[in-house]
């Protein structure tokens, strides 16, 4: 979660640097100013990542990855029929184990339990059929759902804005800091970008038009975006 802009402010000036470079020139210094800036955009998302699983079990090792692989062909299927391009369905996972049987005492059998599981990964670009994957999905042979992700398909757009408010940020941060030292703001010389990743809200995008699927109740809720960009001036 982002830091309140209250405390941004009040830990800001410790982070402050006024300081002087080895001169380029005999008789010559130069004094600089570094600040931190920092921005952020909200954003609701284009794109949700669904993680789904078919887990079976059986007493003979064949007939278990059968019925598997049958309920797994049924999930891709129900995923396609929803308009999915096929490169946007993967296979992520695929394992069999076994388990020990045991006898009413506890004690180990020669009979074996075989558990087949097999991952789906799905990447949804129109969220709101999120609710008719996971019903149709979930009726047609998964059986599990490990993963839900909301993002964008192109997050270096939407952090644009949030990296222009940082500049802005650090710009005012800067010339208040020049003036109260009796000194002028000169160029920036460097700027160093540190870039958060998103952070799900709370609150659904959009209100009572959110986005949903006729299946599963879903809500995209929104993403916020956050830039660090620390900057150094020259000072006049």
Same mark, same amino acid.
């Given at each position: 979660m982002l830091t309140p802009r209250w405390r941004v402010v009040a830990l800001l000036p410790l982070a402050l640097v006024l300081g002087a470079c080895a001169a380029v020139n005999p008789g010559h210094t130069e004094r600089t100013i570094s600040v931190t800036g920092e921005g952020s955009i909200v954003v609701p998302?284009? /794109?949700v990542v669904v993680t789904l699983g078919v887990q079976t079990r059986g007493p003979q090792v064949g007939p278990t990855v059968a019925n598997n692989n049958r309920a797994a062909e049924q999930v891709v299927q129900a995923v396609t029929d929803l308009g999915v391009a096929p490169e946007d369905v993967q296979t992520t996972y695929f394992s069999i184990s076994i388990q020990p049987r045991y006898d009413q005492f506890g004690n180990p059998t020669e009979e074996l339990t075989y558990w087949v599981d097999n991952t789906i990964t799905v990447t949804l670009r129109d969220i709101a059929l +999120? #609710? *008719? +994957?996971? #019903? *149709? /999905?979930?009726?047609?042979?998964a059986n599990s759902v490990q993963g839900i992700s909301y993002t964008l398909s192109d997050p270096a757009a939407a952090l644009e804005p949030a990296r222009q408010e940082a500049l802005n940020d650090a710009q005012s941060q800067a010339v208040q800091l020049a003036s109260a030292s009796g000194m002028s703001l000169g160029p920036i010389l460097t700027v160093t970008e540190s870039s958060g990743g998103a952070v799900q809200g709370l609150q659904a995008y959009g209100g009572a038009e959110a986005p949903a699927g006729g299946g599963v109740p879903t809500t995209p809720g929104t993403l916020e975006y956050s830039v660090q960009l620390f900057v150094t001036y020259e000072l006049r």
């Open positions: 998302p284009d /794109t +999120l #609710g *008719d +994957l996971l #019903g *149709d /999905t979930l009726a047609r042979g």
